[in-house]
């Protein structure tokens, strides 16, 4: 299992400013994986978070606007930026198991409120 | 990259009832399929999942099927109870992918007493 940290669990944010997401875990993983979850909607993989190189973006999420760091083997943040009212969402953190299950762990999210 | 479809969007059941949500993807090199229960305010987690060397798994009332030829794979819930009410999510990964997964839309599953 991975237990996950994620903060802040939520703010409310001025359009047009950024906010950056962080995500603690309590071993050494590869990979970390950013996830955004709207009102009542799935959970969309914005970014795969790789240790010593560049993030890995889906299809419709661009560095610019979602830059991502990760520093270490237990940490990364997301960044999102000039926000909007449509950026208003979860932001989840997950890890996959270290035992080799498959399964995904998730962070508590970060529900992000952009007026 | 890959889509997962899953359907029904809302399902409601009376409570002892069965429930039965279906997903399709699309990249055949799909070989695990995990589905997650997520509560109102609270964080995904795993309740049941299958590869794809495998046809069928259970454990105790959750059930999960796959056929890899056609694409699909259902979760069953048996004798459901007021506690199952939740949305539940299919997923789909390749792990010759880096191990991204890629969520169903999600099923509001509603269990009347």
């Known amino acids: 299992s991975a237990v996950i940290s994620q903060k802040p669990s939520r703010d409310i944010c001025q359009r047009g400013t950024s906010l950056t997401i962080q995500c603690q875990v309590d071993s050494q993983v590869t990979m970390m994986f950013w996830y955004r979850q709207q009102p009542g909607q799935s959970l969309t993989l914005i970014a795969t978070?790789?240790?010593?190189?560049?993030?890995?973006?889906e299809s419709g999420f661009v560095i610019d606007k979602f830059p991502i760091s990760r520093p270490n083997l237990t940490f990364s943040t997301l960044t999102v930026s000039n926000m909007s009212p449509e950026d208003s969402s979860i932001y989840l953190c997950?890890?996959?198991?270290?035992?080799?299950?498959?399964?995904?762990?998730f962070g508590e999210g970060s529900r992000l409120t952009v007026l | 990259g890959e889509n997962v479809e899953q359907h029904p969007s809302t399902l409601s059941v009376q409570e002892g009832d069965s429930a039965v949500i279906k997903c399709t993807y699309s990249?055949?090199?799909?070989?695990?399929f995990p589905w997650y229960k997520q509560e109102l305010g609270k964080r995904p987690q795993l309740i049941i999942d299958i590869r794809s060397n495998v046809g069928e798994k259970k454990d105790q009332r959750i059930a999960v099927t796959l056929n890899k030829t056609a694409k699909h794979f259902s979760l069953h819930i048996t004798e459901t109870q007021p506690e199952d009410s939740a949305v539940y999510f299919c997923a789909a990964s390749a792990s010759n992918t880096g191990n991204q997964f890629y969520f169903g839309t999600g099923t509001s599953l509603t269990v009347i007493p």
């Open positions: 997950s890890v996959e198991d270290r035992g080799g299950t498959g399964e995904l762990f």
């Open positions: 990249d055949s090199a799909s070989n695990y």
């Open positions: 978070a790789n240790q010593g190189s560049e993030a890995t973006y």
